[in-house]
């Protein structure tokens, strides 16, 4: 027996889909982009972010694409005015309090938050009001730190612990701006899957502990080197400028280049311990 299916409209083709798809899965399963943060296809369904936001069959107000189930003869719409300024409004607010530190980000470059700003966001934030700060390296358990003010409080990590690895180990304490993901014990999430909440996160909020810790360090050595380097080139510098003492600006550029040496070195280590 064959599958019964049904037919729906998204932007202006005519797609077939199963009864009780959502808009969401049919448009991804033929290619076209709907944003989504919270929504995960082995999870529940949070509707919580509203960047999936659609128009349909002219309601008046847009519906979540990843929490509407397609009916027959539906019409819907991903792309127009009002949808795209939908998500203007949502970018906008998630990026509120957010550091917008992609530079230093180790999730750069597979991270929806930046690649949804890149596509469909503002060009620039309509804030004046200073960002609300939240808590940097925040240990959910030995192996995990949280960046708060990266989270977007999707709820993924959450979902996750809730309906696959099933401990219960995490959950969003507080509310509104205070809001934030904590495990059950505080500092205890150490359940055999919790890794892959890593992975699971749409943005780089959670970490492995190791590689914060190795990254950090690369980067001090680096810095130290590049200010020894900085100084003593300036000593240099200096001394030579002062022109009197040949000796000193010998000694000088002596310096100089040891320091140069020094900070090559130490930079090469570095970066190989970043990237390791
Ligand atoms: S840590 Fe990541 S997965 Fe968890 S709620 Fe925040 S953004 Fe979502
Ligand atoms: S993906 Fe639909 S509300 Fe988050």
Known sequence: M???TL???IDR???????GETVLQVARRNGIDIPHFCYHDKLSIAGSCRICLVKVNNLPKLQPACNLAVAPNMVVETGVEQVQKAREDVLQFILLNHPV???ICDKAGECKLQDYQHKYGPAESISRDPKHHKRKLHDLGPRIT???ERCILCSRCVRFTREISRS???GIVERGNHSYVEAQTPGEFNDAYSDNVIDICPVGALLPIAVVATVAQSQLILW?????LAFLAGLGALSAYAGGARMWAGAGRVA??????MAVTAGAGALFGAVA
Not at 13 to 19: C, F, G, K, T
Not at 224 to 228: D, E, G, K, P, R
């Open 146 to 148: 949280l960046d708060n």
């Open 2 to 4: 064959s599958t019964p």
């Open 256 to 261: 100089f280049w040891g320091a140069a040496a």
């Open 224 to 228: 130290t080197s590049l200010s020894s």
């Open 13 to 19: 083709r005519e797609i077939e889909a199963r009864p």
């Open 168 to 170: 219960n180990a995490l």
């Open 7 to 9: 037919k729906v409209t």
């Open 101 to 103: 530190d992609c530079g």
